[in-house]
């Protein structure tokens, strides 16, 4: 049975990203990552592969390649937290012990609940951008799309980058409008939520946007059932807005349907003591929003999609997260209280055409941040569509995950 120092769960973007900033510290630490995956992937980009702009294999990389220099990689998966033993068990049946844990798996894609998906995914018109095999799909239903009825879904619950399941439906409206069928396709977007972005700032720009687009707008409605025969259907659960209940079902047919399936906190997470037990961050890991220290256990941290914070899980998240939870972990170590304080902050490069981006960014409570300060970031723009294209990945690959940027 092994033991170590700081152990990391996950070798995802938060994951790397932290151990990269602890081996930085100048301290002499024992840090090991558990990461079941051989690769790591920037899944940012996965919203360019899917309307054709990119190639998938520019988003994935070895895991081996990212692991940073010192750090012991275990390539297994956890399966049960003890956080009174200071343990966790894996799948491989290994018992493994820690001082201190980081835990960073990540969100899970809950497609169960939504009837039918899983089958027909990649199929009949029916596509998803939120994982790498399926993203290029994507595009190869958009290129060959004849017109017809186009819905865009958007689930109940928090989502990685609440913006990508709307970043989509622009690209795929910005490209039938370059490809000539656009004149006969009528787009819907079907979003659970109750509006485009819960920043008011930004919302009022998207709002715009779809409006000029002639984008059809439908809240409150919560995707549950993708029906392919003998006709392709959509089926929605359509809430009261008043009241929150569902009152009814609504049936879209459609020709083609991105969806964006719903998430939730990995099990391992969900059911170990570190959860949140209530609420709408029921499962994911109980830390403090601000210093990200768990609550009940001051020798358990977490950050990125797993940790329970009330913004938009992002990797522009994680990259304000990490520096300070890496702080206060180095100053629990030597007893001293957590006193750096994350802010919120979260960003999200919203792609409203191939070659425009209004990018958003926000601290806690949906307050709008802009960073550039002299530009108007509450409109489309090419430079902000260069960062995203060229100055954020690389920034990602060479900044980030070296514990850099
Ligand atoms: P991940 O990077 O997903 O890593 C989790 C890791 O944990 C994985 O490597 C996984 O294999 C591992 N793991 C899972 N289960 C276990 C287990 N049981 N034991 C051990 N390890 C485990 N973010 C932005 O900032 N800007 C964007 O424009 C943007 N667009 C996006 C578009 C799409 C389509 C998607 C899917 C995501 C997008 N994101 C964007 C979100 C961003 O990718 C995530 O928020 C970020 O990767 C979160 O980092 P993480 O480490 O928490 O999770």
Known sequence: ESRH????????????????????????????????????????????????????????????SVMPKGVTWIRDAVVEIDPDANQVRTAGGRTIGYDYLVVAPGIQYDWDAVKGLRETLGKNGV??????????????????????????????????????????????????????????TKMIGAFAGTVMLGVPE??????????????EMRFYHNLVEVRTSPQKEAVFDVRDPKTGETTHQEVIPFDFLHATPPMKAPDFVAESPLAVPEGPHKGYVDVDIYTLQHKRYPNVFSLGDAAALPTAKTGAAVRKQAPKLV???????????????????????????????????????????????????????????????????????????????
């Open 127 to 184: 596509v998803t951008n939120y994982t790498y095999e399926a993203a290029p799909k994507t595009w190869e239903a958009m290129k060959n799309f004849e017109g017809g009825t186009a819905v865009f879904t958007n689930p109940l619950g928090q989502v990685k980058c609440g913006g990508a399941p709307q970043k989509v439906m622009y690209l795929a409206d910005d490209y039938w409008r370059r490809s000539g069928v656009r004149g006969k």
């Open 327 to 405: 702080k206060n972990l180095l100053a629990v170590m030597e007893g001293k209280p957590a006193e750096a304080k994350y802010n919120g902050y979260s960003s999200c490069p919203i792609v409203t055409a191939r070659g425009r981006v209004l990018l958003g960014e926000f601290l806690y409570d949906n307050k709008y941040k802009p960073t550039f300060v002299f530009l108007d970031q509450t409109k489309e723009r090419w430079d902000m569509w260069l960062l995203k294209r060229y100055v954020l990945p690389p920034l990602y690959w060479y900044g980030m995950l070296k514990g850099l940027a």
């Open 5 to 64: 120092q700081v152990l990391i769960i996950g070798g995802g973007t938060a994951g790397i990203t932290t151990a990269a900033r602890l081996t930085r510290s100048g301290k002499k630490l024992d840090i090991a990552v558990i990461e079941p995956s051989d690769k790591h992937f920037y899944q940012p980009l996965w919203t360019l592969v899917g309307a054709g702009i990119v190639p998938k294999e520019i988003t994935v990389r070895k895991e081996a």
């Open 202 to 215: 930004i919302n009022k720009s998207l709002e715009r946007i779809v409006r000029q687009r002639d984008i």
